[in-house]
């Protein structure tokens, strides 16, 4: 359960993030995030599925994925999708100094154009996350599917979403070439799903942009 949604004490170490987004009373939204791309091998796919069902998710993108594909970034934008930044090289937090960390978010956000960050893993320094907040909007998660975890099935993927998503939930998919594998079959079914329990789709923006 730690891994799929954030416990209480993982999301006061980091008290500047977003965790979840409100919802008034009888309100159900939901905010599909893909975090490591864009690549060529599987962000495409990604992107036909969501046209597939007509809906808007959010990359946070790696600002080297984004130097080798600078095309893909444009379909994003141009299919009507939101985007942030996952620092230049996908660098964790808890082992890089903050003064490296931060150079490496500001090179990518400089190849996004966006305000919005998402820290790889989810984990981040006190002092980085102090730093980062002055300028960018820290998104973090509310459901984490594992797509990555190639020990997991698809139908474990699914159930993940059925078990962790409520109303105002940020759920976090790959369009990586290790998650393709459970992301390819699960993402389509938890689109049906949501969308039979009611749920509307939704995009993130800065603080700025809302």
Not at 27 to 34: C, M, R, S
Not at 82 to 111: D, E, I, K
């Amino acid at each position: 359960m730690f891994i799929e949604t954030p416990i209480l004490p993982y999301r006061l170490h980091c008290p500047e993030a977003v965790w979840q987004f409100p919802c008034r009373e009888g309100e159900k939204t939901v905010y599909l995030t893909f975090d490591d791309g864009p690549i060529p091998e599987v962000t495409p796919h990604v992107l036909d599925i969501l046209d597939t069902y007509r809906i808007k998710a959010t990359f946070f993108m790696v600002g080297d994925n984004v130097r080798r594909n600078p095309a893909l970034l444009s379909r994003i934008l141009e299919a009507g999708h939101s985007v942030g930044h996952h620092t230049m090289n996908h660098l964790q937090g808890m082992r890089t100094g903050t003064f490296t960390y931060l150079r490496n978010a500001l090179a990518a956000a400089q190849l996004t154009g966006s305000t919005l960050f998402r820290p790889p893993h989810g984990f981040i320094r006190r002092r980085q996350a102090r730093a980062l907040s002055r300028r960018f909007t820290i998104v973090m998660h509310s459901v984490v599917t594992r797509d990555y975890n190639s020990s997991l099935s698809p139908e474990h993927i699914f159930d993940n979403v059925k078990r962790y998503c409520h109303p105002g939930a940020i759920i976090v998919f790959h369009d990586s070439l290790r998650a393709w594998p459970r992301l390819e079959t699960a993402l389509p079914r938890i689109i049906e799903w949501l969308i039979s329990e009611g749920y509307e789709f939704r995009t993130i923006h800065s603080k700025n942009e809302r």
